[in-house]
């Protein structure tokens, strides 16, 4: 082989690798990865927290913890319906969702941003959207740690994985509710409050190279919710830069040669 064909053959041993190291772009590979979110809060709610989702195959590992939520309901602790919503924008809504000008974002008016529920995170029994408003299967009070494991919806994993899925926490305190949304009938069930189901905390899961729960704030929330589906291509753009430039190493050294 003359000088000319050996350089032209090491770009093309380098693009070979480039495609080996761009192949999943997981975490953990095609079948195991994690996503994670900060969860922001929402309605003057005061509650936020971090989650964390750890899928192996279609099983998911789901930990939540929340803080400065609502803590008492009728004498007990404050019921806070939390789910996995996808198919949508992969976004929490901002104030200017509030649609019909009561003060506050309700459920519905958050659809659009981040989908209909794809799983329920429930304490116990059904994980299903039909456990969409099983208060007495959620987790309640002021703050708390949520550790389960249960199978994912088809939908639920392509969400997760294109980045659009959105970890909501409901319940709100109605003293801190503008009084037109405070004395409203919830929008998802006339026979509760509007506080019992009005959005408390919202966060995108984005992928996350971390194997457990962060202990302090991490950047994959509201704000980053804009960058989320471009997680995959940073990592791949990341892999090229390093292979094209070891590629133009060796052609530097070869032509020293």
Not at 127 to 132: I, K, L
Not at 168 to 190: C, I, R, Y
Request: charged letters at 15%.
């Amino acid at each position: 082989m003359n000088k000319k064909m050996r350089l032209l053959a090491v770009p093309t041993l380098a693009l070979g690798a480039l495609a080996l190291s761009t192949a999943p772009a997981m975490a953990h590979g095609e079948d195991s990865w994690s996503s994670q979110a900060t969860l922001n809060t929402m309605n003057n709610s005061g509650t936020s927290g971090q989650a964390m989702v750890e899928v192996h195959g279609m099983e998911a590992k789901v930990t939540v913890n929340v803080s400065g939520a609502a803590e008492t309901f009728m004498d007990g602790p404050f019921p806070h319906a939390q789910h996995i919503h996808i198919a949508a924008q992969g976004v929490c809504p901002g104030p200017d969702a509030d649609t019909d000008g009561d003060g506050v974002v309700n459920t519905t008016e958050g659809h659009p941003f981040y989908g209909h529920i794809g799983n329920s995170l429930t304490t116990e029994g059904d994980t299903s959207a039909d456990s969409a408003l099983a208060v007495e299967r959620f987790p309640g009070g002021s703050a708390y740690t949520y550790e389960r494991t249960f199978d994912l919806t088809p939908e639920t994993a392509a969400s997760l994985k294109d980045g659009s899925a959105v970890v909501v926490v409901h319940g709100v305190d109605p003293t801190l509710m503008p009084a037109a949304a405070s004395e409203k009938m919830s929008d998802l069930d006339p026979s509760l409050p509007a506080a019992a189901t009005l959005p408390a905390a919202c966060g995108t899961l984005a992928g996350s190279q971390m194997d457990a729960m962060p202990e302090g704030g991490a950047d994959t929330g509201v704000e980053a919710a804009a960058s989320n589906g471009n997680t995959a291509g940073i990592a791949v753009a990341g892999a090229g830069v390093l292979a094209l430039g070891g590629a133009a190493m060796v052609l530097r050294r070869r032509a020293n040669a």
